[in-house]
């Protein structure tokens, strides 16, 4: 049974950075030189991360997402995704890579127990990918959506973070979406860490497209192409995860049209998410610093220490947030 907050929330989920090292260096992640390398014994182990699983379902989480940075740069993590599978209560996990070693690790995810995989891409557009990425290629990223699709991972997400300076086309985004059972979701652009922004200054929201404009660009260019409008799904007809995304898709296509609107449209009366950083800090609310010790617990070696950690970070999550720049980075935290 899942726990219940202060605020009567159910909270089955939890979200495990398994490393904040990336082989990209996004703009509105990280710094072009990445992130300070923290020493060895900072990290959690991915036995001491697979504990805090095990503590966590104890407490009601049912459903665990595994990202970083890019949580395929560190070594072991298939097998830790099979040991994830087998905590009695987990009933759920998935992955949230940049798809890069997707086709190097496809068949040992698969044989894990992973189902389902968000991949990050916010351009098809092979020069503004090198620029947004800081060296990455676009070809590297539609090869591991295509492994993912090959392999019959169910759904495939393609998560979208939209900048007003990064001019995307959406509508080419939304045309994945007719042949092959692709969901894309645009996530709103949110200020988490000292984001470097596009220009280097740091998040703006002047740089913010709501999701109310991006369906509305959409469908737009939609009409014009002879498509027809795009229909409104409920919850029961989205994608499994849906999560806080609202879901629409063009009549006949394969696939579907997200969007995330953390800004705009929150979410907190619903949020059901603890976050676990590779650190071991456990964090009740994406955009709130308060943080609670999960490593010197689960090292201290008391009995029932780190239940008392996961209690508290369930009982104090806040009602919601004022959508400041959080201290850390989204790669500290955790995608």
């Not at 070594?75 to 987990?90: C, Q």
Request: glycine letters at 8%; aromatic letters at 8%.
């Amino acid at each position: 049974m899942a726990s219940i907050d202060t605020y009567g929330r159910s909270i089955d989920y939890l979200r495990i950075s398994v490393t904040d090292r990336c082989n990209f260096r996004c703009v509105y992640c990280m710094p072009p030189d990445g992130v300070d390398q923290k020493c060895h014994t900072a990290i959690l182990t991915l036995e001491e991360i697979a504990q805090c699983a095990r503590a966590a379902a104890r407490h009601g989480i049912k459903r665990i997402r595994v990202t970083g940075g890019e949580p395929l740069v560190r070594l072991g993590v298939p097998a830790f995704i099979k040991e994830l599978h087998d905590i009695e209560g987990i009933e759920d996990i998935s992955l949230t890579t940049n798809g890069v070693l997707l086709p190097q690790f496809a068949d040992e995810l698969q044989d894990a127990g992973l189902t389902r995989v968000n991949i990050s891409l916010d351009t098809l557009d092979p020069e503004q990918f090198e620029k947004i990425t800081r060296g990455g290629k676009l070809e590297d990223t539609l090869k591991g959506i295509e492994t993912a699709l090959e392999y019959g991972f169910e759904p495939v997400k393609i998560n979208v973070v939209v900048m007003r300076s990064f001019n995307q086309d959406l509508f080419e985004f939304a045309r994945l979406t007719f042949d092959r059972p692709l969901h894309i979701r645009f996530i709103e652009y949110m200020p988490v860490g000292s984001s470097t922004g596009s220009d280097g200054h740091g998040w703006s929201d002047d740089e913010v497209i709501t999701s109310e404009k991006v369906i509305e660009r959409i469908e737009r260019a939609g009409e014009a192409a002879g498509l027809g409008k795009l229909i409104t799904l409920r919850k029961d007809a989205a994608p499994a995860g849906a999560g806080p995304a609202y879901y629409f898709k063009f009549p006949e296509a394969a696939g579907t049209i997200g969007v995330i609107s953390a800004l705009s449209n929150h979410f907190c009366s619903t949020c059901n998410r603890l976050r676990l950083t590779a650190d071991g800090m456990l964090r009740p609310c994406l955009f709130s610093d308060r943080e609670y010790d999960a490593r010197t617990a689960l090292r201290s070696g008391a009995e029932g220490a780190l239940d008392e950690i996961i209690e508290r970070a369930i009982t104090d999550k806040p009602a919601g947030n004022t959508f400041s720049a959080t201290k850390r980075l989204m790669s500290h935290i955790g995608g």
